[in-house]
Nanobody, 119 residues
Framework: QLQLVESGGGLVQPGGSLRLSCAAS????????MGWYRQAPGKQRELVAR???????NYKDSVKGRFTISRDNAKNTVYLQMNSLKPEDTAVYYC?????????????WGQGTQVTVSL
C-alpha cells in the first residue's frame, strides 16, 4: 500500500516558476523510479521527467534546461522544479512511483495537480 500526495500546482505567469512535490506514504517498499507525467486537455498523458534510485534523470526534450527533477530518499519525496514556464506547459501533472522488481515493479500514481501558465 502506497499513497502519493502531490502539492505545488497552481496558476503562474509565463516565465514564472513552480515547484511540485510528491510525497509517498504508507507502507514504503523499495522504490525504483520516481517521475512526473502530464496530460493537457485533449492530449495523451506524456512523460515529463523521471529519476532513478541512483539519481540518473531523463527529461522530455521540450523541458530540458527548464525543469529539474530531484528526490529525497529519506523523505520518500520527489520534486519537480519548473522554471521559465510556458503556456504549453499547462496540464495536469501526475506523480508516478515504480517499485523495485522485488515488489512486482508496480506503478503508483498521484491524483494529479493542475498547473496553469497564463496571463
Amino acid at each position: 500500500q502506497l499513497q502519493l500526495v502531490e502539492s505545488g500546482g497552481g496558476l503562474v505567469q509565463p516565465g514564472g516558476s513552480l515547484r511540485l512535490s510528491c510525497a509517498a506514504s504508507g507502507t514504503i517498499f523499495s522504490i525504483n523510479t520516481m517521475g512526473w507525467y502530464r496530460q493537457a486537455p485533449g492530449k495523451q498523458r506524456e512523460l515529463v521527467a523521471r529519476i532513478t534510485s541512483g539519481g540518473s534523470t531523463n527529461y522530455k526534450d521540450s523541458v530540458k534546461g527548464r525543469f529539474t527533477i530531484s528526490r529525497d530518499n529519506a523523505k520518500n519525496t520527489v520534486y519537480l522544479q519548473m522554471n521559465s514556464l510556458k503556456p504549453e506547459d499547462t496540464a495536469v501533472y501526475y506523480c508516478n512511483v515504480v517499485l523495485s522488481s522485488r515488489y512486482g515493479g508496480v506503478d503508483y500514481w498521484g491524483q494529479g495537480t493542475q498547473v496553469t501558465v497564463s496571463l
